[in-house]
């Protein structure tokens, strides 16, 4: 099974519910782009969350610095 969990917008959720759906499917978790806030990425916040010993975290394919939408943190850093 895989899920894609979506949202617009800042602090609609999407963080939270992908915690809780990582831990009670005991799943693994992958965000292929992470912008803004790298040192505090939501994978570290999904996996300060988790209690299981079983999900494992995928680092991003990109981790942009700029917070925003990735495309256009993705032209921030060309």
Sequence with gaps: ?????????TDVGKT???????????ADYWKPIQAGDLDNSDTKKVKSKIS??????????????????????AEQTI
């Design 1 to 9: 099974m895989k899920l894609f969990i979506t949202g617009i917008g």
């Design 16 to 26: 939270i519910a992908s915690a809780i759906i990582t831990e009670a499917l005991e």
């Design 52 to 73: 299981n010993s079983k999900s494992q975290f995928f680092e991003n394919s990109y981790a942009l610095n700029t917070p925003a939408s990735p495309h256009f943190a």
